[in-house]
């Protein structure tokens, strides 16, 4: 037969696990404080890392006319008017939702 424990059983307030420690800490990006925006730099930041978009414009073959790279943070629509400056008047477009915006 087991001894009686005397006093406090059990994880109460300030007794138990590390893992919740309720105390201010900082925050999961490390507080690095942001970068100024370069207009050419075609490099974005996720929570994943460093991410890029890359837009292709393609003929009816598929073969790509005209590429442009972009920040991987930085929406579609943004980059639509560099591609479609080098369509003909002529042509077609075909283009995912994103670009519609």
């Known amino acids: 037969m087991a001894a009686p424990v005397r006093g406090r059983t059990g994880a109460g307030p300030g007794l138990g696990d590390a893992r919740f420690d309720r105390r201010a ?7 690095q ?8 730099e075609a490099l974005g930041r996720s929570r994943g890392g460093l991410s890029t978009k890359v837009h292709v414009l393609a003929d009816a073959q598929g073969r790509p006319v005209h590429v442009v ?32 915006t």
Do not use: E, I, W
């Open 69 to 100: 790279v972009g920040a991987g943070q930085q929406h579609d629509c943004r980059r639509a008017a560099d591609l479609l400056q080098a369509v003909h008047k002529t042509g077609k477009v075909l283009a995912d939702k994103a670009y519609d």
């Open 33 to 40: 404080p942001k970068k100024s925006r370069v207009g050419d």
């Open 25 to 31: 800490g900082s925050c999961a990006g490390g507080g």
